[in-house]
Every structure is written in C-alpha cells, then in structure tokens.
C-alpha cells in the first residue's frame, strides 16, 4: 500500500499553481499542510535540496541533494513529479501500484469467469458451455473485423462474464418449488442481479454495462432499462448477437438442438436486423458467421 506523504506548499508559489495543488490533493486524497513542520516533502518556487520547486519554467524533484527529475512547466508535469515524489516517499517504483492493480483485476476476473463455467452445463462433445461458445464466437467475430488483440481479449473476457448474474438465478431456482415457471420472469433479474453484483467490484466496472444491457433490443423493446440504438452500450449490442445466436442454436443442456437451426437462426436474425439487433452489427454478424462456417465446424 502507499502512504501519502504531507506535502507543503510554500506562501512564494504562484496562486495558479497553488489552486492547481489543492484540486489535485482533493481528487487523490492526499493533505496539504500549512506548516512545514508537519510535513514530509515541501513544495516551494525555489530550489530545494529536498523536495519539490514549481515555477513557470520548470518543475523538479530532489531527495536529499539529488536530481530525481527535472522537466518543463506543464500542468500534466505537475501530476508526474507529485506520483513520482509519493514513489520516492515510499520508496516504490511508480508503475508497482498500477501493475499490482492490473494482476488483481487480472485474476479476480479469472475467478469469475471459473465461477461462470462451473455452473454451466458443458457440451459433451466440445466440452464448451454457453457462455464459452459465446466468448469463442465473439472473438472470432472480432478477429475477422481485424480488432486489435486488446480489443479482441476484452470483448472475450465480457463475453464470459456477461451472465455472471445467472449465479444467483441457477440457486433461486433450486428452492422454488414452481422452479420452472418462475425460470421466464427470472430470465430478466439476471442482467440486474449481474449488474448489481459485480458493480460492487470495482476492478470489474467496466463489464457492467454488458452484464445490464445485453439484452436490450435495437427498438426498444428489450430489458431491463428498454435502451433502445446507440443508448445500448456497443459492446452490449456486439455479444447480444451471438448471445441470442447461441441461446437459440442449443439447448441449455446442449445434448439436443436448439429451438432453431443455425439456418433458421440466421434468417431470424436477418428479418429482425433493425428491430431487435443492430442493423449495422448484424449485417457483419451474419457474414462473418456464413463465412466462419464455411471453413470450421458448427460448436
Ligand atoms: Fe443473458
Ligand atoms: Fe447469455
């Protein structure tokens, strides 16, 4: 963890400067003091031996006589020797806290993604439950739109944490004892159910805009906040596609087909391009799906 240390800030330093200060101490919840007694690093005008000097040409860092940084005056420098001063403090590398950051997003999500498969059913011959087909067609999707393979590992990892809130659904259902009539009704709680649980980690915020609306329609006429065109979030309109692709291609066990054939499903997506999906996402859709199949298998 990082400890902030007080900064002071010298009566020479320009008002500008000092505002600026106070702004930033605000949103990173650091503490500016008055007296440079109290205080870890100062912040003055002049050059200091230890500590930070801000004037309208340069700003430098020095810790106990060297020179850790010295650049122009900028408003963005200003942030950069303050995040680099904190490292410094604490004796820290500043990319440790963000990369730490980054591995416990990494496996949290991981953890979730497990969690998703778990209570899935897999099929027997491709070992692959709903939400997997869902992230596999999707990427390949994206692959074939040439994204960029950041893009495409985000809109996988989406893609498998899209239902994450049918967790809580699968166990409602196990103690109800008109389970299956209940099942319809409950088919719209998982998208706040989802969004409601992984709102509270804040590492995932930024699946829940998936989780919420991926089954919102192009119209309107989806749930559950009936987001109609561009309001549905674009990541949400993408994996809604193949979402409602693979729900009506497989069963939920998958050991028998679908409501629909893949045929019928592409025709059902076609004559409701504009009204249920995005006109523009299921035109590509359905050619990267003809063209995917045939080449590769039908999963
Ligand atoms: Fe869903
Ligand atoms: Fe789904």
Redesign the pocket.
Known sequence: MYNFPVFFVGRDLEKDIKNYLENVSKKAGFYLSNSAENSDIIISSENIPDGISINEKNISLYSEGNEIFLLPFSYENVDLVIIKAVSVFNKKNPLDEFSLKMKHRYKLSKFLQGLVVTMEVEDKITNMS??QR?AFYSAKWAEHLGKSQDEIEKIKELAML??IGRIGLEQLMLFTPTRINEFESWELEHTITGSVFLSSLDELWFAVPVIRN?HENWDGSGYPDGLSGDEIPYYARFIGIV?WFD?STHTASSEFEGIMSVEEALVYIEKNSGSVFDPNLSESFLEFIKYYLMNNNFI
């Open positions: 709903h939400s869902v899209h239902d991926h979402d729900i």
